[in-house]
């Protein structure tokens, strides 16, 4: 048998006042005597009286919740970026609440559509294959945001600049035949930009880029493997970057699997500088993501919009440091 919910009335009445005042206690709006106070909170408890949320949000014309649609939160760098718009936004007595698509566009266009229904007070979409304009249309007056896509205040995050850094500093380290597996998933208008910085960066070393050292994985574990198999057979590399660090542990279980070592046979660099990174063997050197400053940015950018922030956030260009840890050696560039 359902169990009948116990109302505010029931509250009331056991504690032998009137709604309005069991309202007030709760609320904190108007001064309750301690004593009354108490006998309200007594009855709650016994009675297990739990406010009608929908209720409270018709009345107060928010729900205090922020609608996040994502692909998955499997991936460690999707999880930590979750996380880290979580506590931006508890920050401001927000909370999350989080829809999981998979990579089902369909499935991700009716989250938005559900979002939008009075179920939050505003939505980030971390969807790639949805963008800000879709978003907004998705969502009718409910105000979003998309992930790096804002379109007042985009961020751009300098891969080029950080494919730059990571093939100076390998360059430095005399390797001459380096490989990159490259994200089809990093770049929301389907190329990788690491692939044009790479291209640049042999130029201008007089060397052109032959595209066998070139090959496109999904950011898994997995595809790491598979990439690293098909990257060896074309064009056997000392060096190996990735778009991301999982990928770059694939990297590390193909070589296990060849009896190879990192970094005495091979270096190794990924992207996404996840807690992993630090704690794997050898210590996996990468570019990091300033997780909390993107989540900053984008929760200001949204909060803007719910008329929650005068100052409106500007477009802005993140610097991605490269993370040098022990993943790489020093060989003869002869080798």
């Not at 927000?94 to 559509?113: E, P, Y």
């Not at 999904?218 to 598979?226: K, L, M, N, R, Y």
């Not at 063997?281 to 984008?298: K, M, S």
């Not at 008329?307 to 500007?314: I, K």
Request: hydrophobic share 40%; proline share 5%; charged share 20%.
């Amino acid at each position: 048998m359902i169990k009948k919910s116990v109302t505010i009335v029931d509250v009331a009445r056991a504690a032998g006042v009137s709604p309005s005042t069991v309202s007030h206690a709760i609320s904190g709006k108007r001064a309750i005597s301690p004593e009354v106070k108490h006998r309200i909170y007594d009855k709650i408890r016994q009675l297990d009286y739990r406010p009608n949320f929908f209720a409270q949000a018709m009345k107060n014309n928010s729900t205090g919740l922020i609608g996040v649609v994502a692909e998955e939160c499997a991936n460690p760098s999707a999880a930590l970026h979750i996380n880290a718009l979580a506590q931006e936004l508890q920050k401001h007595s927000f909370d999350i609440v989080l829809g999981l698509t998979g990579l089902n566009l369909a499935r991700g266009r009716d989250m938005l559509r559900r979002f939008s229904s009075g179920m939050v007070d505003g939505v980030i979409n971390m969807l790639p294959q949805i963008d800000s304009t879709e978003a907004m249309i998705l969502c009718g007056s409910v105000p979003v945001v998309t992930n790096l896509r804002q379109e007042f205040a985009p961020i751009i995050l300098d891969f080029e600049g950080l494919t730059r850094d990571t093939l100076e500093y390998l360059w430095g380290q005399g390797h001459r035949r380096i490989g990159y597996i490259a994200s089809t998933m990093r770049n929301y208008q389907g190329e990788d930009p690491g692939v044009a910085a790479f291209a640049s960066f042999l130029a201008s070393k007089g060397r052109h880029l032959d595209m066998r050292q070139v090959v496109y994985g999904f950011d898994t574990i997995e595809s790491g493997v598979c990439s690293m198999e098909k990257l060896y057979a074309n064009s056997p590399v000392t060096a190996v970057f990735t778009g991301n660090d999982q990928m770059a542990f694939g990297v590390y279980r193909w070589a296990h699997s060849r009896n190879l070592r990192i970094p005495d046979d091979i270096s190794v660099i990924g992207f996404d500088d996840t807690p992993q990174a630090a704690t794997t063997t050898p210590a996996l050197t990468t570019g990091r993501l300033p997780i909390a400053e993107l989540a900053e940015h984008t929760v200001a950018s949204l909060f803007c919009k719910l008329g929650l922030l005068e100052m409106v956030p500007q477009p802005k260009v993140l610097k991605l440091p490269l993370i040098i840890r022990n993943s790489v050696r020093s060989i003869d560039p002869e080798e």
